[in-house]
């Protein structure tokens, strides 16, 4: 092996182990904030439906060990006053991502879908029925 191509091989190698030791950096990160950010959603949801005029608020997040699936697939789950819940994902329909949160009763029913933003209800009305129907076959799927 010449010494022009171990050189290159060399600094390959400690080029991969750089982007390496950053993804294991982010992931990390990512993972140990979860709590925060569950946290600041929740308190920007609520905001968001105190100055749109609904009643609804979040109460404290939902462990995903009490999810009959055992584990939060579609999105963030909260507690809500009155025994239901409410679970905040991203709708994607007619490739549109639409944040949205899914009021649910005690029984594992969708009683009720919100967008959550300024022109979400005109584009939450554009959506297909079929496509809303597969989302609340699969939120009804993880209660």
């Known amino acids: 092996m010449s010494k022009f191509t171990a050189d290159r091989l060399k600094d390959s190698l400690i080029f991969i182990a750089w982007v390496g030791g950053l993804l ?17 959603l929740r308190q920007s949801v609520n905001r968001g439906w105190i100055e749109t005029g609904y009643n609804y608020r979040l109460d404290a997040p939902v462990l ?17 006053s009155g ?18 949160a899914a009021i649910v009763n ?17 584009l939450l009305g554009n959506i297909s029925p079929g496509i809303m129907k597969l989302y609340i076959r699969r939120i009804e799927g993880e209660t």
């Open 64 to 80: 995903p060990q009490a999810l009959n699936s055992g584990q939060a697939r579609l999105g963030t789950w909260y507690n809500m």
């Open 106 to 122: 005690s029984g594992g029913k969708v009683i009720e879908i919100l967008a959550l933003g300024n022109d979400g209800e005109k």
């Open 24 to 40: 294991c950096i982010g992931g990390l990160c990512w993972f140990l904030s979860k709590p925060l950010r569950v946290e600041q």
């Open 83 to 100: 025994g239901n819940r409410a679970l905040i994902f991203t709708l994607i329909g007619d490739g549109v991502f639409l944040p949205c």
